[in-house]
């Protein structure tokens, strides 16, 4: 792959809209895992998890990404594996693929976020686009019906304005999240991901550190398109992690195994 990108670890920081999802097994498509990891779950459904962030300036890079994580198993314990990843600049895509075997593909996004009126604390509010891209940038010239914009019974007009926005976009999925209980303290943890690379494991440690919040959210995909198993189905929790700071990949340099 000729373009370049950093080495790690990789230091990110900026905002990240994160869902849970409880989706039976058969509706997955046939995800590779790496030998010696199984998924995690209960009666043939299995946990989800999607990622959308906006890694901005401040950072190694800056970009912005929808990454869809499946819980996982291996000898060390739970982790997760990223089976499917869009990001809209060129080094994070290269350095996701060289270094961690992460399928990440080209995408154009639209981010926005707002804040509710006449509340104390007025929750932030996000709408996500993601389209897949050409390698030029462009949208791809897939046809057929656009996902209806995600809304919220209870939405009000920043809300609404964002549901709209969402409608008259061709963006392939769209997503609302709202915050609705904030905790004052910043959240830090550990985690890690693992993921086929070659014919081995690439294992993949992180560090994160961020405001919390619970929140709403809701996801619009049409069944044939990106995320389509998530169609029509409610996250059994999402949260924002606001502010966050990330370290990603190993701190001495070292790679996947050859």
Known sequence: MSETFPPQPWRLRGQMYVALWQVPARRLPGWRLPPGVRP???????????????????????????????????????????????????RSLAGGRELWGIPK??????????????RTWRPRLFTGLASSASPGGAPD????????????????????????????????????????????????????????????????????????????????AVPDGPLGYLAGRRPLAAVTLHDFTATVGTADGGGPPS
């Open 141 to 220: 010239g897939h046809a057929g019906p656009w996902p209806p914009a995600p809304s919220m019974p209870d939405a009000d007009p920043a809300e609404e304005t964002g549901r709209r926005a969402a409608e008259a976009s061709s963006g392939r999925v769209g997503v609302v999240q709202r915050d609705v209980l904030r905790f004052p303290v910043r959240l830090r943890l550990g985690s890690r991901l693992v993921q086929p690379y070659r014919d081995g494991v690439c294992a993949v440690p992180m560090r994160l550190s961020g405001t919390v919040c619970l929140a709403r959210a809701r996801l619009a």
């Open 105 to 118: 593909q080209p995408a154009v996004f639209a981010f926005t976020t707002g804040r509710h009126r006449g």
């Open 40 to 90: 995690l779950g209960w009666r043939e459904r299995r946990a989800v998890v999607t990622f959308w962030v906006d890694y901005r300036h401040g950072g190694t890079l800056a970009y912005r990404e929808l990454l869809v994580a499946l819980a996982v198993r291996d000898g060390h314990g739970p982790a997760g594996c990223a089976v499917e990843a869009w990001v809209d600049d060129d």
